[in-house]
């Protein structure tokens, strides 16, 4: 059976990007391929964080995943910093890392931006090197992500390229899985930026209140003129809420355009939400009755089943390395 790795990181509350971009394509995986999903808390810790708040939002996140539909009989759930090879494999690759590469990674360059004022450690230049060990050290096959982790995942071929080539083949070039559609979805106040759970604003988070997510979505921002019309280029911030509309009704665009022909963006809006709460409506009721204590277990669970493929991996690693 094909294996899968993917990960979020617990850097805020789930939006509706990660779920549109990864987690309804790994809901599906889950029933034809071994799939691994982590809570990449290390990669979390690459920018300013509080260390009690990480704790909480690792735990919410958990439950978010399950409510959405990650079955923890079925998919591998654990926490990063609870499989310490991960970090062994981290730096075997490390040592054989071209630091040009790292240092042209997109979100090194936008993330060291963001933090100008206060500072980010070495860990933003280097986590694209953990994250291509969270996923070779499974040798997974498959690994499904939103556009923004395209450059990463090449990078995550390359070393495997690499390391097979140095030291004898181990690795499988993990195939990146990319939805098209909905592999960016954008900010809801600006189409230009990608939306992001560490940027708050703009970010529809699926278990806000209710009060929050209406505010949002009737304040998205739109585009000139009032027709619903699928125009990437020339109604950029339409067509991406076309896009989450499309997803949450399965209607096409056409049917959309249809629905709201001489209507407005206003009656658009209304409807998006009325959609959005009729989608994610049991999941935010199963959420609520989801207790720490399960969370707990069932994250014990996924690593030590984790911890088992990826040590075996490691010993025939640390052999291939010289180091055992
Ligand atoms: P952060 O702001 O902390 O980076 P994030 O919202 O980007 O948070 P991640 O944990 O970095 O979330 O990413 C989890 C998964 O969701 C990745 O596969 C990522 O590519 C995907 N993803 C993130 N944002 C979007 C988006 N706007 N559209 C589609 N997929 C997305
Ligand atoms: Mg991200």
Same mark, same amino acid.
């Given at each position: 059976m094909k294996r899968v790795l993917t990960g979020i990181k617990p850097s805020g509350e789930i939006q509706l990007g990660n779920y549109l971009g990864m987690i309804k394509e790994i809901i599906d995986m889950q029933n034809k391929y071994e799939v691994l999903l982590m809570i990449a808390d290390l990669h979390a810790q690459?920018?300013?964080?509080n260390p009690k708040r990480l704790k909480i939002l690792t735990y919410d996140l958990a439950k978010s995943l399950i409510a959405l539909g990650i079955n923890p009989k079925k998919t591998i759930l654990f /926490?990063?910093?609870?499989?310490p090879a991960h970090l062994y494999l981290s730096w075997v690759l490390t040592c054989i890392s071209p630091l040009g590469d790292l240092m042209r990674m997109h979100e090194f360059k936008e993330q060291s931006e963001r933090y100008k004022k206060e500072g980010v450690g070495a860990g933003i230049l280097l986590y694209p090197v953990l994250m291509a060990a969270d996923i070779l050290i499974y040798n997974a096959d498959i690994v499904p992500v939103g556009e923004d982790q395209r450059q990463h995942l090449e990078l995550t071929r390359e070393l495997a390229r690499r390391f097979n080539a140095r030291f004898g083949k181990f690795f499988k070039i993990p195939e990146i899985y990319i939805q /098209?559609?909905?592999a960016k979805i954008m900010s809801l106040n600006d189409p230009n930026k990608k939306m992001s759970k560490s940027i708050p604003e703009g970010c529809l988070e699926i278990f806000d209140s209710e009060k929050n997510i209406k505010e949002k979505i009737l304040k998205a921002v739109t585009d000139s003129g009032n027709e619903v019309k699928y125009?990437?280029?020339?109604?950029p911030a339409i067509s991406n809420l076309m896009t989450i509309y499309k997803y949450l009704t399965k209607k096409s665009y056409s049917e959309i355009e249809e629905e709201f022909k001489g209507k407005g963006y206003y009656e658009f809006k209304l409807r998006i939400i009325e959609a959005f709460f009729d989608y994610f409506k049991e999941a935010r009721n199963i959420k609520k009755q989801i207790k720490n204590k399960d969370i707990e277990k069932i994250l014990k669970d996924g690593a030590n089943k984790a911890n088992k493929i990826a040590n075996k991996n490691l010993n025939i690693i640390l052999k291939k390395v010289g180091l055992r």
């Open positions: 690459t920018v300013p964080y /926490k990063q910093s609870d499989v /098209k559609e909905t125009d990437p280029i020339n109604k």
